[in-house]
């Protein structure tokens, strides 16, 4: 099993849909957990932690269920600016430093 | 803008040059990190660097090099690469290596090995 998965997608939605995606991990003893978004040709950016508790930003809703080892990431109301890749990053401790874990990413396109 | 800055974004070398990639981050952050990015590849942790400490080196050749003179500037030098080390390098940086903070990318350099 993968460390850390997602589904490549690509999820295609159009304008003003609500997508969510999932990322499993295999370590029950991660500790961080975060979304990047990555565009095409460009570095991954942070779109947002994780909290055991939830996390909304605007639009976007991270939630962490630890019992069933996932992250998700829901967006509201969809913009075709949101295309791109969401990359999924679980840390994890090994040997006292962290162990930073990349999902492949999950590719949406929103269509007009 | 990012607070982490590399240079150069685009690198075309031959299999004989050598080069270095720079990165320098402005963000007070004490640990550093090369990746590797293949097409449709997920990330590849090559190096990280914790306060000037080189702590992983993810079973990279040695035909890459990593330099880390002080905790804001990281160096990967490169010498005697093959084709199919074309890819996107790509730094970060962390607060430190003992936290599970986040990390901020720079814009890459964009590495074509003819």
């Known amino acids: 099993r993968k460390e850390v998965e997602q589904d490549p997608g690509p999820f295609n939605v159009p304008e003003g849909a609500t997508v969510a995606f999932n990322c499993t991990y295999s370590?029950?003893?991660?500790?961080?957990f975060f979304w990047y978004r990555q565009d095409c040709r460009k570095e991954p950016k942070l779109l947002m932690s994780?909290?055991?508790s939830g996390n909304e930003d605007g639009r976007f809703t991270a939630q962490l269920n630890r019992a069933s080892q996932y992250i998700s990431l829901l967006i509201r109301d969809s913009k075709l600016s949101d295309s791109a890749t969401y990359l999924c990053?679980?840390?994890?401790?090994?040997?006292?430093?962290?162990?930073?874990?990349f999902g492949t990413g999950t590719k949406l396109q929103v269509i007009p | 803008e990012t607070g982490v800055t590399q240079t150069p974004r685009h690198l075309v070398m031959g299999m004989t040059n050598k080069k270095s990639l720079k990165c320098e981050q402005h963000?007070?952050?004490?640990?550093m990190y090369w990746y590797k990015q293949s097409a449709k590849k997920p990330l590849e942790l090559m190096f990280v660097?914790?306060?000037?400490?080189?702590?992983e080196n993810n079973s990279v050749p040695s035909r890459f090099s990593p330099e880390c003179p002080n905790s804001s500037h990281l160096f990967l030098h490169l010498h005697t690469l093959q084709p199919e080390d074309s890819a996107l390098y790509l730094c970060?940086?962390?607060?430190?290596?003992?936290?599970?903070?986040?990390?901020?990318f720079g814009q890459g350099t964009r590495l074509t090995v003819v």
């Open positions: 970060a940086s962390s607060r430190s290596q003992d936290e599970g903070t986040e990390a901020f």
């Open positions: 370590n029950s003893a991660s500790q961080s």
């Open positions: 994780v909290y055991s």
């Open positions: 990053v679980v840390i994890s401790f090994s040997g006292g430093y962290q162990k930073v874990t």
């Open positions: 963000l007070g952050h004490n640990a």
């Open positions: 660097y914790n306060f000037k400490e080189q702590t």
